[in-house]
């Protein structure tokens, strides 16, 4: 399915793995849970709630400016967080990492304040029609404000970009193209490296929604040469409420602030605000000091199992699902792209996607059905939402074999 | 039968299950029987969309009582819109306003009725409701 | 100090209470730490910590239209958790409370939404020349985007308003007031009822920064009327990275969506998106689920204490402070009003606050020095900032003790 | 002394003493001791902000040296900035500018140098290495 080349990698021990999370053992129904909703968020192992338990018994704080030990502890962990979420990506610089609320705040940053410097009447900005609605919304909102226009690459019947289209769509008055590197409805895997290229060509930049890459495929935002790139902690075994918006200096450094507030400046009077450097300047407010902090040691978990390992993994993972799946008479998948990742989605015969879910479910199996934000998708291939079963790599194929079976059995029920 | 006579009839079928399979497939038997509403009735104004599933809902007062007729996309929504529908459908406007329905949550169902899942059950028994306040007052 | 009628309430067990707050335990620079920053942020008691661990190892999940069990759990845990708040706040409906990153988060969201729907050129915003800079920048930075004007209601030597002036500022072409309920570089308690009355008479919006209040005094929304109320979790012992802002209904419905993405809408396509109803539609994308849920793990353990309770203690304990550092010879108070709450602010001859900070630091007594983010404060005073000693119920006389001797001990080395 | 002597030096001075209050003490003294700048440089633009306290500095190079003097509103920053000044001025643009600040760590001030302190202190060397920086491409 996927055309990559696999690289050797050491095998994981999967059942080791399992038990760094404890929600994996938690029975639902009685049984065993066999948790595919990954896409929607990831579970936490046990070193992550350690850090955050350790965080709030011994050090918890408010971060810079403060004088005292406890301040200072504080302030010292979490700019080391930021210092590792830089390397995670390969940012050039510490202060091109902006801790956020999520992917949709980061977004939402980068529509607004690059949107109030950048985007004037006539001027369009270029998504895609496989986005999440976090990569929507925030678009046509400041489209609508500053009178610029929303275009939109197409995708075909397989779930893939129509990359001809995106090359017309590619005019000097596009001012920046925002697009997902991973759908999470479709799997599909888009060509980000060529997208970027090309928009560089036409001096404009490109926002990669990752929000569905980070915890599945190395990300090297220089290498990419991305102008933005954000992401949620919660999706890669971090903890809710805490994102990051990576974004180059240069740009950075052009936007206006984004929240005003305690942190985010220099120097206020009623008359004149000077506002602070990177990349304070858009963290207002008191940040999510646990937050950032514990991100910091999801990704140290991640590196630590090593990222290019739980690719390999994955993808093992999901063909071996991918086979099993095709071969349920009257399933179909929704998006068949030749490069996938993370999830799959599909429907039965005409069995409604709620029903499925609520088969599943009671036999234990959480998979997510819907459009899952992207409504744009269901209308396209004109179905009310898919069934998505979403991978991590402390999945196990007795988990797929579980699944299969409970399709198996809510067909029997439903048909 | 009054509104919680209907209910405590469906507790008591379905204290006859002894699995959740045999539950939902009595459910979802409800659900495939019969159309629930008339397909001019299927239409724009009527529909309740929820996050996931549809529901339409269609209403008729006559001789001071409510009747409705509906149905949902989804089969096992389908089958509690018809049990709500048994429930309510023929009694008084007043009835109807006031009703406190528990049977979902008595056989288990509860989490359709959860307001974020927004799956349509709860938004078509808060517009039964509606209807059942609008005529009430009529009535005064 | 106080000029209110102390209420008899329950004494409080303040030794049996610090066992509950792990933190507190936790020595620094091998000696008992005296934690009186808690304006800045307050420990977090065991029961929140459990709580914390309990979500992320038995229910962690994604909320809203999940048809699993586990989001099933976590999405009526976390609205559970909405219910919580708006009863601690007697708010009038549920929906009237948002989710938010914390105070700075909730105001940006109110000056954004609010002043795109009803600033325009030749308005004006009426603050204090107290409050926080996350209550004036946010509110520059929209002027500036409407072409409104920033009022300031000027304070008096003691740190009070100049109500007197309030009321000149009060014309027609105030949009919206807001203001601070206490001070958090003076510890002032401002009149808001009367604030909001007066405002309310001229048929004008107030908005209250509650970020100094909430865990201190009992608040009621409905009482007060206030149209906007705003908090961080993180300062009534929940966890930070989660903030709440209570707005009227019939305000928020008036306003347009502050970020887009996923929850927040109710359809999207290209051509068209309609929003959610409230409270979603001002909550873009995964919400900190473990944010919510445990704030208000904190909230019921206040209220278990009891808010009233807390008022008494906290009381007794800063006119005790208050009393002993008074005796102490060339400190002079930096804001003594009436009325106050929290905190005391005070500066030691010409000591820079940094060097009493730093000399405090080492005696494990951490205060905050600086300017507090209210720097027209310290312009006001001509001071380079203040040493703020910052009071929570689980503060103890002996700690005031010891920082009375700190300061002693501190003078004799740098005088 | 080179750089490293002079630093040296300092940690061998600090070694003596027994407890944080001596330290802090024979700091403050430095502090206190002399004027570390001439009052018409204490001007505008030799400032630097940091959020708690302010720095001054001046510089100037003669016969292939830099010569420091700088000052602090804060009497312990300012007894660290006047050992700096002591490890950096009079001191070649190229040492300068590679100097490796390792005393301030050693002597357990570490923290005046975190970059969220921002206390000028940390400004202040940034600001003495440009120079060396400068200097030292004019030299080329
Ligand atoms: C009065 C006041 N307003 C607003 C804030 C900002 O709160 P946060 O940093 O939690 O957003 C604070 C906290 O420092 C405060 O004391
Ligand atoms: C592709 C994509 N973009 C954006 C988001 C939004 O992320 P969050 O809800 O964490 O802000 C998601 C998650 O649902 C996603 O899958």
Redesign the interface.
Known sequence: MTKRAVIPDPVLDIEQIRKDFPLLQTPVYGKPLVYLDNAATTQKPQVVLESLYNYYTRYNSNVHRGVHFLSQQATEAYEQARKKVAGFINARHEHEIIFTKGTTNSINLVASSFGKKFLQPGDEVLISAMEHHSNIVPWQMICEERGAALKVIPINEQGELRMEAFDELLTGKVKIVAVTYISNSLGTVNPIAEIINKAHAAGIPVLIDGAQAIQHVPIDVRELDADFFAFSGHKIYGPTGVGILYGKEEWLNEMPPYEGGGDMIKNVTFAKTTYNELPFKFEAGTPDIAGGIVLGTALDYVQQIGITAIRRAEEELIQYAYNRLSAISSLRFIGDAGHRSGAISFLVGDIHPFDMGEILDKQSIAVRTGHHCTQPVMDFFNIPGTVRASFAFYNTRSEVDLLVEGIEKAKRMLM | MTIKEQQDAIIEDFSFFTD??EK??YI?QLGKDLPLIEEQYKRDENLI?G????VWLHAEYKDGKIYFTADS?????KGLVSMVVRVLSGQSPKDIAEADLYFVDAIGLK?HL??????GLLAMLKQMKMYGMALKSREL
Do not use: G, H, L, M
């Not at chain 2, 996050?51 to 549809?54: D, L, P, T, V």
């Not at chain 2, 996309?73 to 929504?77: K, L, M, P």
């Not at chain 2, 959860?114 to 799956?119: G, I, K, L, M, Y």
């Open positions: 959740w399979t939902y497939e979802i969309k996050c996931q599933s549809r996309d989804a089969v096992i929504t989490s959860s307001p974020t899942r927004s799956n």
